[in-house]
């Protein structure tokens, strides 16, 4: 099972204290995947279309001749967000193969893996 879920702000908001409104798209389902492979198993797609009017201060306010000093666009873009699945099946009876994997998400992120640290020593 696995589950994914994509937010964006769209749109503004209506008081500057506040975030702009959020739209939330969720994808879920089940897959089986064998060991060591990856699996494309569906993707997420978002369209966002954006309206900007640009004006000359002052004389894009002027009405009816205002139209002359004022541009108008609107944009439109579309993004596709693909799902990857790959399992690695961890066979330790004690996860060991866990911390390996774990350890470079948690060296990026900062955090300390909780384990002590075992300086190498020399025995004569």
Do not use: H, M, W
Request: net charge negative.
């Amino acid at each position: 099972e696995y589950q994914v879920s994509l937010s964006t702000f769209v749109g503004d908001s209506s008081d500057p204290t506040l975030p702009p409104p959020r739209q939330e798209t969720k994808l879920a389902s089940q897959a089986t995947v064998p060991d060591g492979y990856t699996v494309v198993v569906g993707g997420l797609e978002v369209e966002t279309e954006t309206e900007a009017e640009s004006r000359v201060p002052f004389l894009g306010e002027i009405p009816l001749l205002g139209n002359l000093f004022k541009s108008r666009s609107k944009t439109s873009t579309r993004s596709r967000f693909f799902v990857f699945l790959r399992c690695s099946v961890l066979r330790s009876a004690t996860f060991e193969e866990l911390r390996y994997l774990s350890a470079p998400a948690l060296a990026a992120a900062g955090i300390e893996d909780g384990l002590p640290v075992v300086e190498p020593r020399v025995i004569r």
